[in-house]
Nanobody
């Protein structure tokens, strides 16, 4: 089992940047593929980005491609989401999740509690 704790959310103006972090504890972090998801009010949760165990396979949703960057540091048991050129539609609760296979259609078994990102226009 792995425990996940997100941090780095907050209030930012449109066009600004934020960097989310997700610290993992428990079983070996490098064994897990990681994903970032978000859920806006009244909307379903959607995947934002994912990264494989070694970092060699990365996926981005079309809505964030070119603006967000996912990365991981297995030595620090942490996955990051660098968010640039933020838009009001990026406002959501952001969650990190751990699973065995990276990608939009994969099952993620472990979830963090979420961190709020609010982009003001």
């Amino acid at each position: 089992q792995v425990q996940l704790v997100e941090s780095g959310g907050g209030l930012v103006q449109a066009g600004g940047s934020l960097r989310l972090s997700c610290a993992a504890s428990g079983r070996i972090f490098s064994s897990y593929a990681m994903g970032w998801f978000r859920q806006a009010p009244g909307k379903e949760r959607e995947i934002v980005a994912s990264i494989s165990q070694s970092g060699g396979i990365i996926y981005y949703s079309d809505s964030v491609k070119g603006r967000f960057t996912i990365s991981r540091d297995n030595a620090k048991n942490t996955v990051y989401l660098e968010m640039n050129s933020l838009k009001s539609e990026d406002t959501a609760v952001y969650y990190c999740a751990a699973g065995w296979v990276a990608g939009p259609g994969s099952i993620y078994d472990y979830w963090g509690q979420g961190t709020q990102v609010t982009v003001s226009s």
